[in-house]
């Protein structure tokens, strides 16, 4: 099992700045993706932002330029610089992991932290 403790989210006023942090615990081999969606009220979960080992980004349109996905594998954790935060960005973030352990391959999420931009 992985669990997956998400940190950082608040309440910041447009154009600002917050960092989310996402730390990975239990009994796994090793982590080959981490990430981060969004969901706002009344709206699908939607990707953020992706970061493989091997150092591949993906972001959403929205967020290219303004946030920036980062890891430290040493310590299982994933992190989000977000920049220039919009209203349209307030939403509950979550953290992904693809993790490998003796149960397979499988996805985990984090409980998930609330960003709110305001105008």
């Known amino acids: 099992q992985v669990q997956l403790v998400e940190s950082g989210g608040g309440l910041v006023q447009a154009g600002g700045s917050l960092r989310l942090s996402c730390t990975a615990s239990g009994s796994f081999f090793r982590i080959p993706a981490m990430g981060w969606y969004r969901q706002a009220p009344g709206k699908q979960r939607e990707l953020v932002a992706t970061?493989?080992?091997?150092?591949?980004?993906n972001y959403a349109d929205s967020v290219k330029g303004r946030f920036t996905i980062s890891r430290d594998n040493a310590k299982n954790t994933v992190y989000l610089q977000m920049n220039s935060l919009r209203p349209e960005d307030t939403a509950v973030y979550y953290c992904?992991?693809?993790?490998?352990?003796?149960?397979?391959?499988?996805?985990?999420w984090g409980q998930g932290t609330q960003v709110t931009v305001s105008s």
């Open positions: 992904n992991a693809d993790a490998l352990s003796a149960l397979g391959y499988l996805g985990y």
């Open positions: 970061l493989t080992t091997g150092g591949s980004t």
